[in-house]
């Protein structure tokens, strides 16, 4: 008997890379990301666009905010997004893409909420 592959056994589920929250599965960044691709068309409206899974309960949104710019011939666009389900959380950032590919967040960070009066 050989011991040199270790034995699959399925239990654990592949960890996704999901640059909004850990709580994102897969199938979750998977939605998340088309619409992030729809809000952030630069042929776009610039509007909200939501997401969600029933399976995991996760659901979110996405919104342009501003408009596309270049950034090392890709082009870019900031954006905020909302994250509802497991944890909650406002997140600002800005994704970019080259020409023809898809959309990848390049920073990503909690949003400033405005001080009440």
């Known amino acids: 008997m050989q011991e040199d592959e270790p034995e699959a056994t399925g239990s654990v589920a592949p960890q996704v890379a ?3 929250s850990p709580d994102l599965d897969e199938e979750d960044w998977r939605r998340a990301k088309a619409a992030l691709a729809v809000a952030l068309d630069p042929q776009g ?18 919104a342009a905010a501003g408009a596309p710019f270049v950034k ?3 082009i870019c666009r900031a954006f905020s997004a909302n994250l509802n389900g497991t ?3 406002t997140l600002q950032g800005t994704a970019c893409r080259p020409s023809g590919g898809e959309w990848v967040i390049k ?3 909690p949003a400033k909420v405005p001080a009440r009066a």
Not at 45 to 62: A, E, Q
């Open 18 to 20: 999901a640059p909004l």
């Open 87 to 89: 944890s909650a959380a």
């Open 107 to 109: 920073d990503i960070k």
């Open 45 to 62: 409206p610039g509007t909200l666009v939501s997401w969600d899974n029933p399976t995991s309960t996760m659901k979110g949104s996405f």
């Open 72 to 74: 090392n011939d890709e």
